[in-house]
Nanobody, 119 residues
Framework: QVQVVESGGGLVQAGGSLRLTCVVS????????VDWDRQAPGKERELVAR???????NYADSVKGRFTISRDNTKNTVYLQMNSLKPEDTAVYYC?????????????WGQGTQVTVSS
């Protein structure tokens, strides 16, 4: 019953910034995990950032120091602030929610939002 919707993608120049938004609707349980994945043309889908409700975060090495994942728990919303964007960041970005209530192997994925970084 949980639904996830991403937004905020767009076209930006290299060095620019975007903030992606992930809104989770339905009943959220704690603890929970929210991931941002991305898939670029010709590349495998990869995890770029993770936030755990207990307070920890994780980032792919390729985005450390440039991307920040954060939560607004009052709105059931997770953000991905992307700074110093590079053309290689171009991808469809997906947000996924999971919790222990449904099982951490059951992921509620959004539809994705396109990020395009021009050189």
């Amino acid at each position: 019953q949980v639904q996830v919707v991403e937004s905020g993608g767009g076209l930006v120049q290299a060095g620019g910034s975007l903030r992606l938004t992930c809104v989770v609707s339905g009943t959220m349980f704690s603890p929970n995990v929210v991931d941002w994945d991305r898939q670029a043309p010709g590349k495998e889908r990869e995890l770029v950032a993770r936030t755990i409700s207990t307070g920890t975060t994780n980032y792919a090495d390729s985005v450390k120091g440039r991307f920040t994942i954060s939560r607004d728990n009052t709105k059931n919303t997770v953000y991905l602030q992307m700074n110093s964007l590079k053309p290689e960041d171009t991808a469809v970005y997906y947000c996924g929610y999971r919790d222990a209530h449904k099982g951490y192997n059951h992921v509620n994925w959004g539809q994705g939002t396109q990020v395009t970084v021009s050189s």
